[in-house]
């Protein structure tokens, strides 16, 4: 046992923000003004239904999460957001039509009454998108300001004690890190100077963090990623993480590949398409939005497989990833999975995965989980990159000089380890001898 971490009491409402309240914020908003009328269970969310192994197995101590450490609780949260189109949650969960629209009559009143701020947009970054209910500002440094006032005016008119911003939009053109990216005094300059190296999912991170509010990226957009963020997030205390919900292919990936991996079971090749009909799929249509979720849905088997200390399993796979829009589909997914693998002596065998998921059921849980958790991390006192979040992420934000871990176990062990250090508990190890020494 070693001394607790101090961690400041869950008092008071917290204010989740979502930027865009498109399928995913408000499944989530519905999801938990349901939950919190007893109407259906969290399931997916480890916050709320996970539990944690405390001591030796003969301990038979294994508490829920939530009551282990000090969360917030579902009736303590308010919702609120930003989106392009000015229709209220219902009427946007609605359109999204992943829910039943009997579950949102029986929680109706509640999802009225959120409507949307004012975004800032650039169709530049999204090119398949366009909406009416959008901020106009002299440079990108008034837009960030107008963030701010926003964000203030939500905590005072709700009476929040605290706020996380989830950036829950579509996903951007491609980018790298640029000169502007480099440090605070260069991006204020360039938010002065209405770079265009500064997408609209920045102005919101550096909104956030200027405040020194927590803030997690949902997409796989640079956003926070960059070390203006970083430096930003450290100088105000604020925790962040990211990238990319772990939802459907990707989950499937980084729940396969570990288990090839540690049989040794070689791999030739990794076919990976998909199909979905939503706006994230209406968005991915356009090559530069594509080329942005490509880059995070491929880079999983490589930091996963290490073929430079595998050479002989997993040197030159074959990594093809597809995504089509096919309106029919909507929010639910299809993903087709081919992965020809390779046995004792080099014999040939293949696995085929069809995945028929929902997107939005299951990113809902990760950005409620991932909202309670960079609460907790901010109370605690932890700012800068959480990488003990990494379980929810397809392109986990680490620090320059690590590799990425993408392996969902050793992501989970990360994560409850980091729960058990803040309480004061013994990391588990698995050696497993004190049981037979």
């Not at 200027?210 to 803030?215: H, T």
């Not at 993903?335 to 693998?341: C, F, H, L, R, S």
Request: with cysteine; glycine share 8%; charged share 25%.
């Amino acid at each position: 046992m070693s001394t607790p971490v101090e961690i400041a009491p869950a008092r008071g409402k917290l204010g989740i923000l979502l930027v865009g309240l498109g399928a995913v914020s408000t499944t989530t908003i519905a999801g938990v003004i349901a939950i919190r009328k007893g109407l259906a269970k969290p399931i997916g969310s480890l916050t709320q239904m996970g539990t944690i192994r405390l001591g030796k197995r003969t301990d038979n101590k294994s508490p829920k999460i939530n009551e282990f450490v000090p969360l917030a609780t579902l009736d303590d949260l308010v919702f609120g957001g930003w989106d392009i189109f000015e229709e209220d949650v219902y009427a946007a969960a609605c359109t999204a039509g992943v829910l039943e629209r009997s579950l949102l009559d029986s929680i109706r009143p509640e999802l009225e009454a959120i409507k949307p701020m004012p975004a800032v947009f650039d169709q530049r970054y999204v090119k398949r998108l366009s909406g009416p209910n959008v901020k106009k500002g002299k440079n990108k440094k008034d837009l960030a300001d107008q963030l701010i006032a926003d964000i203030r005016h939500f905590k005072q008119t709700h009476h929040c004690d605290r706020l996380v911003m989830m950036w829950c939009g579509s996903t951007e053109v491609f980018m790298k890190e640029g000169p502007v990216h480099q440090s605070l005094a260069a991006f204020e300059k360039g938010l002065e100077a209405s770079d265009d190296a500064i997408p609209s999912s920045m102005v919101y991170a550096y909104a956030a963090l200027k405040e020194g509010i927590p803030f997690g990226n949902a997409a796989p957009n640079l956003t926070a990623d960059i070390p203006a963020m970083i430096e930003l997030a450290n100088k105000n205390g604020s925790p962040i993480c990211g990238n990319d919900m772990k939802t459907g292919q990707t989950l499937i990936k980084t729940i396969i590949a570990p288990g090839l991996k540690a049989r040794l079971i070689g791999v030739k090749g990794w076919y990976s398409t998909n199909i979905l009909g939503n706006r994230d799929g209406e968005v991915l249509d356009d090559p530069e939005s594509f080329k942005t979720k490509e880059e995070s849905k491929k880079s999983a088997l490589d930091y996963i497989f290490q073929p430079h200390l595998y050479p002989d399993l997993y040197k030159d796979i074959s990594h093809v990833v597809r995504i089509n829009y096919y309106p029919p589909r909507g929010d639910n997914k299809e993903g087709w999975d081919n992965i020809d693998i390779v046995g004792w002596l080099g014999y040939p065998m293949q696995l085929k995965i069809n995945f028929l998921c929902r997107d939005s059921i299951l990113a809902a849980p990760i950005v409620l989980d991932s909202a309670l958790f960079l609460d907790l991390a901010k109370r605690a006192k932890m700012h800068g990159i959480q990488e003990w979040l990494s379980f929810y992420y397809k392109a986990p934000m680490h620090a320059p000089e690590v590799y990425p871990e993408h392996d969902l176990f050793i992501q989970l062990m990360k994560l409850k380890n980091t729960l058990r250090y803040l309480k004061g508990e013994d990391l588990i190890t698995h050696l497993g001898r004190e049981y037979y020494d």
